[in-house]
């Protein structure tokens, strides 16, 4: 594999739609110019779990301004693709709460909005479960997860291990329902012109948006135009097409020739795109007296949808962490009658890690050791379940670098040591992984015209700076200043790109780039004639599979808990990161603070309250569903250690946009165990 | 079609003559009226704050303002900040910061970080205020406090905080308030 010189690549190109994005003049989809566009109302169903058994649409008909009503009854129909959560007004079948029965399409969305209250449904309720309880009778082993690992995972015998080892830790950890809530709800902008139709879409990857829409109307891939220009935000819950974009291309579809436009209301945002499931996870540590890990246990069981199974793969990420002789994980799952869960900001990673790395400082406290040299103590020299070597790993030099300053020498090993002022301070830390994953599937073409460089490919940025990035790789890839580059993403007019998720996409879509651009100066060389081109798919890695790729880190917490109402905060947060050859700095610090304070909110906020009466979240706002404020983020600290990986890619890059997250709930919550000397394993804590 | 009532409004130093629904929000007469998609609709409720604008030089949630109660308004929206092709310093410092990611509450940050450095100027007090008879000084505190009522998933939160500390600093060197912002 060519590894690239970096030029550009490690420095503080600024983005490049900067100015669209702090004027508002960037597009997104809603902000579309269509030429007087319908707007669309959903009814949702207010039951979790029955049957359709009337729809009176009269009184809405009559409104004036409405131009249609789509119901079961008489909407256009779709291809069963098997996903039952895509099956939008095709049936009679209540299978959640908020689940769409009908829409009104409208003149203006005041109408649309006052119409759509006057549709009268009628429902024969059966009996739903959407309470969450890991001893349900419905519990059953996870058939897949989502990361595409095995289910279960165990080498020799580690419940033995555990009985026979000198120190043991055996503890249940929780977490919660989270919903991603992105600042921009899904929207979609669609207009059909006979079986054409064109869409402005709220996604995280235009292809797989097209390739979904295509399969549901029976279309051609050409007969389906998606642009994704600029997206507010993903997480995970714009990974993959839902219900809310079906209705509203299904909408259009009845008005050919005009535009249907439609944002969720966010409180849609909290029934119908997905959530990250609940889990219980069932940890056992078992050590040597000096600390070493004889055994390692993660038994999770998480909440599932009953139409659709989500295996949340909350404890692969401890396959990877620690060294131990007898280990096992596993994963059960309970269906509940919700919509289905889907991929939320490193998902298992997140969850799992509060349980592996709170089990962790609870093993330092049983041992009387130091949580950061137990953590040193069992650093693995290869994979430790799968054997083979990794291809770079920094942790140790992440705890390292981190408590050096972090200020961790000063820290005391007692709990409940500091009361300044009426609020108790103390401090934690965790550890972190997430892997490094190239996609296949992109294509890139780059062309010279004009005496630039035009490269197209359809990424997506999310946020996450691709539209910088992939300029800075392929300036370096082609041996030019960033201003000789134009690169094009975000549209199904552009060679297929794969999804901005899973911390995926500078790997995946910087290696396609890498090697269009060898085949670009093979043929061409460096001075090349106007209108030259070249093209390539993503390259495979030839190091898949021998060695293990991921990207490591360690995080620090302050925390203060007040001594009389338990209110917690977070004065201080540090990570320290090894991800491969940082290609933008400034980029590369905004992601990693940004997911720490996804840490954070899930540590002291976020909690979808589910009401098992209604299978509704009752806090479906952002009023009840709370995300970090300004006010919650005080001294934060992103940085890294220089980590020269040539395995991963040409750039020497791991994916970042995810392991900001991981981890940091657990170090807030061992810090508030270190101030107080109280030891919660529920998220959040407060 | 529902009755209609007649508004003029002038937003970004241009004036419009519009017949809006009673029930329709200066958000939607902006966006959906005027083809002005600066400020963004994240919530509808008041509680994201994405859709903030400036109206007479105060920055107020549009999505929780009706249109028709704001006949003959200024508005300004962060794309009106300061003139064509030009941009506002706290736009600017956004930039110098990498104060946004994925931009959507970007426009909405702006105006309310216009809004901020205004009322501070003018010593109005928040909740993390200390001396509440002296010159308000916009530490890091201050401006985290005021501006919480812009939600950034993104949690750009310190970048934006120190885009607008540099701004506040110009400012409190100048003697001045800041551009765009005098009401």
Redesign the interface.
């Known amino acids: 594999m060519t590894v690239l010189d970096a030029r550009v690549m490690g420095t503080s190109v600024?983005?490049v739609?900067?100015?669209?994005?702090?004027?508002?003049?960037?597009?997104?989809a809603?902000?579309q110019?269509v030429d007087a566009p319908l707007h669309l109302h959903p009814v949702q169903a207010t039951v979790a779990r029955g049957r359709i058994t009337g729809l009176d649409t009269g009184a809405a008909r009559a409104v004036?301004?409405v131009v249609g009503i789509l119901t079961p009854d008489d909407a256009p129909r779709l291809a069963d693709l098997g996903d039952p959560e895509l099956r939008v007004l095709q049936h009679h079948e209540i299978h959640h709460r908020g689940q769409y029965v009908a829409a009104v399409l409208a003149?203006?969305?005041?109408?649309a909005r006052e119409a759509a209250g006057l549709v009268v449904v009628t429902v024969a309720e059966e009996p739903q479960v959407t309470a969450f309880d890991e001893h349900s009778p419905a519990r059953h082993p996870a058939a897949t997860l989502a990361n595409y690992a095995p289910p279960t995972s165990g080498i020799v015998d580690p419940d033995a291990a555990l009985d026979a080892a000198a120190v043991t830790v055996r503890a249940t950890y929780t977490t919660p329902v989270q919903h991603?809530?992105?600042?921009?709800?899904h929207a979609t902008v669609a207009a059909w012109d006979g079986d054409h139709v064109v869409l402005y879409e709220s996604s995280q990857g235009v292809a797989g948006a097209r390739d979904t829409v295509a399969a549901l109307f029976g279309l051609g891939e050409d007969d389906v135009e998606v642009a994704s220009p600029?997206?507010?935000?993903g997480?995970g819950a714009k990974g993959s097409l839902h219900a809310g974009t079906v209705l509203t291309v299904l909408a259009a579809r009845t008005v050919p020739g005009r535009a249907v436009k439609r944002?969720l209301?966010?409180r849609e945002m909290f029934e119908t795109v997905g959530h990250r499931p609940a889990t219980v996870q069932h940890l056992a540590l078992g050590a040597t007296a000096d600390g070493r890990l004889e055994a390692i246990t993660h038994d999770v069981v998480a909440s599932t949808a009953r139409i659709e199974e989500f295996g949340e793969p909350t404890a692969t990420g401890t396959r990877a962490m620690y060294a131990a002789p007898h280990r096992r994980t596993s994963h059960d799952l309970v269906p509940l009658d919700v919509d289905p869960p889907t991929y939320m900001r490193a998902p298992g990673e997140a969850p799992g890690s509060f349980g592996l790395e709170c089990a962790m400082d609870e093993l330092a406290v049983a041992l009387g050791l130091d949580p950061i040299e137990l953590r040193v103590r069992n650093e693995p020299e290869v994979h430790p379940e799968s054997g083979v070597p990794f291809s770079t790993r920094n942790l140790v030099a992440c705890l390292r670098r981190g408590a050096e300053r972090f200020g961790w020498s000063a820290r005391p090993p007692q709990p409940r040591a500091s009361l300044v002022d009426g609020w108790w301070h103390g401090t934690g830390v965790a550890a972190a992984t997430f892997p490094a994953i190239r996609f296949p599937g992109s294509t890139a073409v780059i062309r010279f015209r004009h005496g630039r460089y035009e490269v197209e490919i359809g990424a997506t940025d999310?946020?996450?700076?691709a539209r910088t990035v992939l300029t800075q790789i392929a300036a370096d890839a082609l041996g030019v200043p960033t201003d000789r580059i134009e690169v094009a993403i975000g549209d199904t007019a552009l060679p297929r790109g794969t999804v901005a998720g899973g911390s995926s996409g500078t790997a995946s879509w910087g290696s396609t780039i890498s090697e269009a651009a060898d085949r670009f100066r093979d043929k061409w060389g460096d001075d090349p004639e106007e209108g030259a081109e070249a093209d390539a798919a993503t390259p495979d890695n030839p190091w898949a599979g021998e060695l293990s790729m991921a990207a490591y880190g360690a995080q620090f917490a302050e925390v203060a808990v007040h001594a009389d109402t338990g209110e917690i905060r977070v004065p201080r947060l540090l990570g320290v990161y090894a991800a491969g050859r940082i290609l933008n700095p400034?980029?590369a610090?905004?992601?990693f603070?940004?997911g720490?304070?996804?840490g954070l909110?899930m540590a002291l906020h976020e909690r979808s309250v589910v009401d098992p009466r209604f299978g509704h979240v009752v806090n479906h706002?952002?009023?009840g569903y709370h995300?970090?404020?300004?006010?919650d983020?005080r001294e934060?600290t992103a940085e890294w250690i220089d980590e020269d990986d040539p395995y991963v890619n040409p750039m020497g890059s791991k994916g970042i946009g995810e392991i900001g997250i991981v981890g940091t709930a657990a170090a807030i919550a061992n810090a508030a165990y270190h101030a107080t000397g109280v030891r919660r394993r529920e998220l959040p804590l407060m | 079609?529902?009755t209609t009532i007649p508004i003029g409004l002038t937003v970004d130093g241009r004036h419009h003559d519009l017949d809006v629904?009673p029930?329709?929000t200066l958000l939607?007469a902006l966006?959906?009226r005027l083809?002005n998609?600066?400020?963004?609709?994240?919530?509808?409720?008041g509680?994201?704050g994405?859709c903030t604008v400036l109206v007479d030089g105060r920055r107020v949630l549009s999505c929780l303002t009706l249109a028709v109660a704001k006949d003959a308004a200024e508005v300004t929206?962060?794309?009106g900040?300061a003139p064509d092709g030009a941009?506002h310093p706290v736009?600017e410092a956004?930039?110098a910061h990498?104060a946004?990611?994925?931009?959507?509450?970007?426009?909405g940050q702006?105006c309310s970080a216009v809004g901020v450095l205004d009322e501070a100027a003018h010593g109005a007090p928040s909740a993390v205020t200390d001396d509440l008879t002296g010159p308000t000084v916009l530490d890091r505190a201050e401006?985290?406090?005021r501006?919480?009522g812009?939600?950034?998933?993104?949690?750009?939160?310190?970048?934006?905080?120190s885009a607008v500390a540099e701004v506040a600093g110009d400012a409190a060197r100048r003697g001045s308030t800041v551009e765009g912002a005098d009401r």
């Open positions: 600024r983005r739609e900067g100015p669209d994005k702090v004027t508002g003049t960037a597009r997104y809603a902000d110019p004036p301004g003149e203006t969305p005041e109408v991603h809530s992105p600042m921009e709800p600029h997206v507010g935000g997480f944002a209301s966010r999310i946020g996450q700076g400034t980029l610090r905004s992601q603070l940004g720490m304070v996804w909110s706002d952002l009023a995300i970090a404020a300004h006010a983020v934060m | 079609m529902t629904d029930r329709t939607d966006r959906e083809g998609t600066s400020p963004k609709k994240g919530c509808d409720h509680q994201c994405a929206t962060a794309d900040l941009l736009a956004f930039l990498d946004y990611q994925c931009g959507f509450c970007t426009p702006v401006i985290a406090e501006m919480s812009n939600l950034c998933r993104c949690a750009a939160y310190t970048n934006i905080v």
